[in-house]
């Protein structure tokens, strides 16, 4: 019987997500070999459409001005179904940034 291995990872709210969450992060629990898209997918179940909305264009591409770091380091959108996870990642998605 093969054991079912999990990893817990940090995800960190700002602004706008800070707003559909209500809190500053959480730590999600994941199957081994997780991808930056099932965490996605993970706040979507978690948080609704709110979220999803916020996350995805309709298309359910990730919305362009989204800018995701895992570990501090950017991830290029492509890679969201490749980048496993690993166990104590911290997980942040910065969004736009305001002109004016």
Do not use: W
């Amino acid at each position: 019987m093969e054991e079912q291995y999990t990893i817990n990872v940090k995800v960190k709210y700002f602004a706008q997500m800070r707003d559909i969450t209500g809190k500053k992060e959480d730590i999600l629990n994941l199957t081994k070999g997780s991808t930056i898209h099932d965490v996605l997918n993970e706040l979507c179940k978690m948080f609704g459409d709110e979220m999803r909305k916020y996350l995805f264009k309709n298309d359910n591409q990730l919305r362009e001005e989204l800018q995701i770091l895992v570990n501090g380091l950017s991830i290029d959108s492509s890679t969201l179904h490749k980048k496993n996870l690993l166990n104590g990642d911290t997980i942040v998605i910065i969004p736009p940034v305001g002109g004016g």
